[in-house]
């Protein structure tokens, strides 16, 4: 695959002020997700909401690309169009989670690794033949007393370092996921440093593995105070210490990063990242890939019932232009209000 083609398609997912839907939640997460709103997690269900994801009138206009799952990517609209095609015809670039999940590592207590390199060539075989043009791949790194361990970091960059460079031989953009959760009581500056160490030794192993970084995007958290700190940083501080990590650790040639919300509230996870471009121009595009922090709010409309399809639509559309404005610095508190009310 020729390299050209890789950039293109990175570059176009970055493109516009636009970012991507991460709707690639597994069986097992959606459940957790239609518990909350008592929905019962049926196929017919699961494909139904992601129908009502993909129609939202004028997603084109702020949403590049969609990561699916891999029943999502075999399934179609009501109509029978294929969603990866229905997506691609509206200008919508289909990708798909290829990990099969963060396992627990031996001889590390409490830290996983993402499993799912094996027979992965001829899994992303399938996907391209499906429509894919872009795959993503979760490594999860948790912040504790004595981890992560560097064994934990030094086994997960491996893994996404093989997956980046299987993906790319079968001519699909790697987005290269490496998370450190916001989870515990642990302080910004300790985030800093986890980010800092955990992106240096995946851009190591890259580099090792022969990977054209101008065919990949990075998927990275923000440098977060932990979830349980007294303390939590604001927009401005976020901004400062995730540019300045970046700087330090993520080569100019990747074309953009897309952050993922982890855990965020939808709003923070805009001014965050509105915060974030407002600080002038840097050496990657700097966009979103959110699942949570543009599903909730449709999730919670929707609640499972036909009559508020529509509702659902709108909350999601108004999430994907608030994180567009994000994108290109004119977020604000004000313009949350100025919405319609979905
Ligand atoms: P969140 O934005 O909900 O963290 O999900 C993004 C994602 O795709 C995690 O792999």
Same mark, same amino acid.
């Not at 997700?33 to 009138?57: M, P, Q």
């Not at 995007?217 to 303390?231: F, I, W």
């Given at each position: 695959m020729?390299?050209q083609?890789?950039?293109a398609t990175?570059?176009?997912?970055?493109?516009?002020n636009?970012? !991507?839907?991460?709707?690639?939640e597994?069986?097992?997460t959606i459940?957790k997700?239609?518990d909350g709103?008592?929905?019962d997690?049926t196929?017919?269900n699961?494909?139904?909401?992601r129908?009502?994801l993909?129609?939202?009138e004028?997603i $084109?206009?702020?949403?590049?690309?969609?990561?699916l799952?891999?029943?999502?990517?075999?399934?179609?609209a009501a109509?029978g169009?294929?969603?990866?095609?229905?997506?691609? $015809?509206?200008g919508v670039i289909?990708g !798909?989670k290829?990990?099969?999940?963060?396992?627990?590592?031996?001889?590390?207590?409490e @830290?996983?690794?993402?499993e799912?390199?094996?027979?992965l060539? $001829?899994?992303?075989?399938?996907?391209?033949?499906l429509?894919?043009r872009?795959?993503k791949?979760r490594a999860?790194?948790?912040?504790?007393?004595d981890?992560?361990?560097d064994?934990? !970091?030094?086994?997960?960059?491996?893994a996404?370092?093989?997956?980046a460079?299987?993906?790319q031989?079968?001519g699909l953009?790697?987005i290269? @996921?490496?998370e450190?959760?916001m989870d515990g009581a642990?302080s910004?500056e300790?985030?800093y *440093?986890?980010t800092?160490?955990?992106?240096?030794?995946?851009?190591?192993?890259?580099?090792?593995?022969r990977?054209e970084?101008?065919?990949t995007?990075?998927k990275?958290?923000?440098?977060?105070?932990?979830t349980?700190?007294a303390n939590?940083?604001?927009p401005?501080e976020?901004?400062?210490?995730?540019l300045r990590?970046? +700087? @330090?650790?993520?080569?100019?040639a990747?074309p953009?990063?897309?952050f993922?919300?982890?855990?965020?509230?939808d709003?923070?996870a805009?001014?965050?990242?509105?915060?974030?471009?407002?600080?002038?121009s840097?050496?990657?595009?700097?966009s979103?890939?959110?699942?949570?922090a543009l599903q909730?709010?449709?999730l919670?409309a929707w609640?499972?019932?036909?009559?508020n399809i529509?509702?659902?639509?709108?909350a999601l559309l +108004?999430?994907?232009?608030?994180?567009?404005?994000?994108?290109?610095g004119?977020w604000?508190r *004000?313009?949350?209000?100025?919405?319609?009310a979905?």
């Amino acid at each position: 695959m020729a390299l050209q083609e890789l950039r293109a398609t990175a570059l176009e997912l970055v493109s516009g002020n636009k970012g !991507i839907l991460a709707a690639d939640e597994s069986t097992g997460t959606i459940k957790k997700r239609f518990d909350g709103i008592g929905v019962d997690s049926t196929e017919e269900n699961r494909r139904g909401y992601r129908e009502l994801l993909f129609t939202a009138e004028g997603i $084109e206009e702020s949403i590049s690309g969609v990561i699916l799952y891999d029943e999502t990517i075999r399934q179609s609209a009501a109509d029978g169009t294929p969603f990866p095609r229905m997506l691609a $015809e509206k200008g919508v670039i289909p990708g !798909i989670k290829v990990d099969l999940g963060a396992k627990p590592l031996a001889f590390a207590t409490e @830290e996983t690794v993402t499993e799912g390199l094996d027979g992965l060539r $001829e899994r992303l075989e399938e996907y391209v033949g499906l429509g894919a043009r872009f795959a993503k791949w979760r490594a999860v790194i948790t912040i504790g007393e004595d981890i992560p361990s560097d064994l934990c !970091i030094a086994a997960n960059a491996h893994a996404l370092a093989r997956y980046a460079a299987l993906c790319q031989e079968a001519g699909l953009v790697p987005i290269v @996921e490496p998370e450190v959760l916001m989870d515990g009581a642990h302080s910004i500056e300790r985030c800093y *440093e986890v980010t800092r160490t955990t992106l240096r030794a995946v851009y190591s192993e890259l580099f090792l593995q022969r990977i054209e970084l101008e065919g990949t995007l990075l998927k990275p958290n923000m440098v977060l105070s932990g979830t349980d700190n007294a303390n939590q940083a604001g927009p401005e501080e976020v901004a400062e210490r995730t540019l300045r990590c970046f +700087h @330090e650790v993520v080569p100019a040639a990747v074309p953009g990063i897309v952050f993922l919300s982890g855990g965020q509230s939808d709003e923070t996870a805009s001014a965050n990242l509105n915060a974030i471009n407002a600080a002038g121009s840097q050496p990657w595009r700097l966009s979103f890939s959110y699942g949570r922090a543009l599903q909730a709010p449709s999730l919670q409309a929707w609640r499972g019932d036909e009559a508020n399809i529509r509702a659902g639509q709108e909350a999601l559309l +108004h999430r994907a232009r608030m994180n567009s404005a994000a994108v290109a610095g004119r977020w604000s508190r *004000e313009l949350e209000q100025l919405a319609p009310a979905a």
